[in-house]
């Protein structure tokens, strides 16, 4: 086993390509047994299906369910595993960037999935405001009804950051782009969307080796949009792949 992420009541596990189904199997009845708040076993592939970059998650052992229902930072949220993207290792992540807003911020979560930033951020820091937008259908779903089951005040908007944001006519006091792993960088969208002395969390997926590539990215993105930024922090936020790394970068608008 390559190994294994608890989401509540499923356990997604990862194998080696070498492992036989008998031995996935076992394993998979072995992490049953241990593990009481489990109660169903899938298995994580590697093929990534289309633009909103979900796993596929084939059933192994006990409920046969794809659908969780995961607790982290005082919220709760439900989702189906294989048409939404989740993380639970962005859970510190999550509560650290909701400890640096103020309560007199709007916040925009891009590419907000579930709603895992918006909601914990609204929660622990209670903002002005808060609006995520998320292309996916199922997860804008998903994301309005878990807002509304932590009794939190988060504007979802579903549909394409590129059209929506433009619609918005707003300027955010701090921005959130946990993206997918995609080439296209967004922050040409983002930018019209900041306002002065604002603040963007920007992550990236670089080998540990290529980071200044992503400081080099934000400059130049920067300039083309007329803006002048401060780079604020580089922090390693969880690796992606052998010696590959999401990074966080925070930088403000000034």
């Given at each position: 086993?390559?190994?294994?992420?608890?989401?509540?009541?499923?356990?997604?596990?990862?194998?080696?390509?070498?492992?036989?189904?008998?031995?996935?199997?076992?394993?998979?009845?072995?992490?049953?047994?241990?593990?009481?708040?489990?109660?169903?076993?899938?298995?994580?592939?590697?093929?990534?299906?289309?633009?909103?970059?979900?796993?596929?998650?084939?059933?192994?052992?006990?409920?046969?369910?794809?659908?969780?229902?995961?607790?982290?930072?005082?919220?709760?949220?439900?989702?189906?595993?294989?048409?939404?993207?989740?993380?639970?290792?962005?859970?510190?992540?999550?509560?650290?960037?909701?400890?640096?807003?103020?309560?007199?911020?709007?916040?925009?979560?891009?590419?907000?999935?579930?709603?895992?930033?918006?909601?914990?951020?609204?929660?622990?820091?209670?903002?002005?405001?808060?609006?995520?937008?998320?292309?996916?259908?199922?997860?804008?779903?998903?994301?309005?009804?878990?807002?509304?089951?932590?009794?939190?005040?988060?504007?979802?908007?579903?549909?394409?950051v590129r059209r929506i944001l433009p619609k918005l006519k707003e300027?955010?006091?701090?921005?959130?782009?946990?993206?997918?792993?995609?080439?296209?960088?967004?922050?040409?969208?983002?930018?019209?969307?900041?306002?002065?002395?604002?603040?963007?969390?920007?992550?990236?997926?670089?080998?540990?080796?290529?980071?200044?590539?992503?400081?080099?990215l934000i400059k130049v993105e920067a300039k083309k949009a007329k803006?002048?930024?401060?780079?604020?922090?580089?922090?390693?936020?969880?690796?992606?792949?052998?010696?590959?790394?999401?990074?966080?970068?925070?930088?403000?608008?000034v």
């Open positions: 086993m390559k190994g294994c992420d608890l989401l509540g009541n499923i356990a997604l596990v990862k194998f080696d390509r070498k492992d036989s189904t008998a031995k996935r199997k076992k394993e998979a009845l072995e992490i049953l047994s241990k593990n009481k708040s489990v109660t169903t076993i899938l298995e994580k592939t590697d093929r990534i299906k289309g633009r909103l970059r979900v796993p596929t998650a084939k059933y192994l052992a006990g409920v046969k369910t794809k659908e969780c229902l995961y607790k982290e930072n005082g919220c709760s949220f439900r989702f189906n595993v294989e048409s939404c993207y989740f993380s639970p290792r962005l859970a510190s992540e999550r509560l650290e960037i909701s400890r640096l807003v103020k309560k007199s911020e709007s916040v925009l979560v891009m590419f907000g999935g579930v709603a895992p930033f918006a909601i914990v951020i609204a929660k622990i820091a209670v903002p002005k405001r808060v609006v995520s937008v998320e292309l996916g259908r199922k997860c804008s779903k998903y994301a309005l009804e878990n807002a509304k089951k932590n009794k939190v005040k988060v504007e979802i908007i579903q549909g394409d300027k955010f006091d701090r921005i959130v782009m946990a993206r997918p792993n995609l080439k296209d960088s967004f922050l040409n969208v983002a930018f019209p969307c900041i306002k002065k002395s604002g603040i963007i969390h920007y992550y990236g997926f670089y080998p540990e080796n290529e980071v200044k590539k992503l400081e080099e803006k002048k930024i401060k780079i604020l922090k580089i922090k390693k936020a969880g690796d992606i792949g052998v010696k590959k790394y999401r990074y966080r970068i925070d930088f403000k608008v």
